[in-house]
């Protein structure tokens, strides 16, 4: 432990924890990977999160994120958000479809939440039918804009580049988010046989080398964030565009520093690997300790080790 956060055996500080609170969704986009876990109906309640989230506050966690499918389908979603922040954490976010947003932004807000991402590939109606097989991209929007006027900042946009679907949608997609006041992350699509269609992200798969270079060549000013696998930043005209490249990315793993928790409540210490699952939400559910479930965490911290190197 290092200033009150545990180390893996790779001396990478745990300080994020992602939380899949399930993997219900009103979605079906077609790259859509389940974090590789199978579909459960025993989803964690508000009580048990407090739990887990507790025990991570104990270990060095910072931050939470809270994620599914889509999470503002659980029915106590803002009682979740308000329990979690509850223990003070240095930043509590949601990943987010938006399409429920507009109705939950402002008591999200209010029970704590800090900010949020959401994932909207496209701004064009036929596109986005295509990859989500639903015709929700107006409330997307509507939720996007409502999560801008409460105050969840900064407020980011997920775009998965998809090659021969929507790469030629990131100008109309930047633009929207300069107007609006939104980061706009592009991200690399993940090769994965988990999809609901077998060879889609293999044959989609778009590498953002070459985007990466066009935007150098246009930015007012280049960052790179060290703690978040070298990932850049590209300050471009009073905009900001993040480029996400997980696949295949030693620095991705070498400063790594999330753990995740199932929807079923298991701790997955790597999001590329589903065969070293530590249960934990039965322990919860038992009453055990804070002490035994400290020791669960640590038994998946230990178990941690860089995918790529």
């Not at 989609?204 to 007012?220: G, P, V, W």
Request: net charge negative; glycine share 4%.
């Amino acid at each position: 432990m290092l200033d009150g956060v545990v180390l893996d055996k790779y001396e990478r500080p745990i300080l994020s924890l992602r939380i899949t609170l399930t993997n219900r969704c009103n979605v079906n986009c077609l790259y859509c990977h389940h974090d590789g876990m199978v579909k459960s109906k025993d989803e964690m309640t508000a009580d048990e999160l407090y739990t887990i989230c507790k025990i991570a506050k104990k270990i060095g966690v910072r931050k939470i994120r809270l994620s599914g499918g889509e999470p503002l389908l659980k029915n106590d979603i803002v009682e979740i958000v308000e329990r979690i922040a509850s223990l003070d954490f240095k930043d509590i976010s949601m990943t987010t479809n938006g399409i429920l947003l507009e109705k939950y932004a402002q008591e999200l807000k209010d029970a704590g939440l800090d900010r949020v991402n959401v994932s909207l590939d496209t701004l064009n109606r036929e596109t986005f039918e295509f990859i989500t097989k639903k015709d929700y991209l107006e409330d997307a929007k509507r939720g996007i804009l409502k999560a801008v006027e409460v105050g969840l900042y900064p407020v980011k946009i997920n775009m998965v580049i998809m090659k021969d679907i929507n790469q030629d949608e990131i100008d109309d997609m930047f633009e929207f988010c300069k107007e609006n006041n939104i980061v706009l992350q592009l991200i690399e699509l993940i090769e994965s046989e988990n999809c609901d269609d077998d060879k889609f992200s293999v044959d989609y798969h778009y590498k953002l080398d070459d985007i990466e270079k066009e935007l150098a060549d246009i930015a007012d000013d280049v960052r790179e964030r060290e703690f978040m696998q070298g990932r850049k930043k590209y300050y471009i005209n009073g905009g900001e565009i993040e480029v996400v490249k997980p696949v295949d990315n030693a620095k991705f793993c070498a400063n790594c520093s999330r753990l995740r928790i199932t929807p079923d409540g298991k701790i997955k210490p790597c999001l590329l690997r589903n065969d070293n699952l530590v249960e934990l939400i039965s322990h919860v559910r038992n009453g055990e300790s804070e002490e035994k479930l400290e020791e669960i965490f640590i038994k998946g911290i230990n178990k941690r080790e860089p995918f790529n190197s």
